[in-house]
């Protein structure tokens, strides 16, 4: 499975950024998908997440602000990021629960992007 991120950059305080994240390869029964980030000097830390029934969750630092959504026939993820703050600056990690293989026998496994670079500048 690869998992190829999309829409990060640079902006100032208070703009608007929207993440894309597309699954590829071969995998089956694609679970919860979502988005991550790492500051620097900081653990990795969740964001959102939404599962196949399209029930989402957010980090209480970006509610009201970002949201999460996927549509399952073009395996994408994308992350609507508004009023964005300088301590929303990290990389961003696209994340993913399949199998990856063809074979519903396999184990599931979790999946992460190469990370898309985000910085709000002040």
């Known amino acids: 499975v690869q998992l190829v991120e999309s829409g990060g950059g640079l902006v100032q305080t208070g703009g608007s950024l929207r993440l894309s994240c597309v699954a590829s390869?071969?995998?089956?029964?694609?679970?919860?998908m979502g988005w991550y980030r790492q500051a620097p000097g900081k653990w990795r830390e969740s964001v959102a997440t939404i599962t196949t029934g399209h029930i989402t969750n957010y980090a209480d630092s970006v509610k009201g602000r970002f949201t999460i959504s996927r549509d399952d026939v073009k395996s994408t993820v994308w992350l609507q990021m508004n009023g964005l703050k300088p301590e929303d600056t990290a990389v961003y990690y696209c994340y993913a629960r399949a199998i990856g293989s063809a074979s519903l026998k396999d184990p599931m496994e979790d999946w992460w992007g190469q990370g898309t670079l985000v910085t709000v500048s002040s």
């Open positions: 390869g071969t995998f089956s029964d694609l679970k919860d």
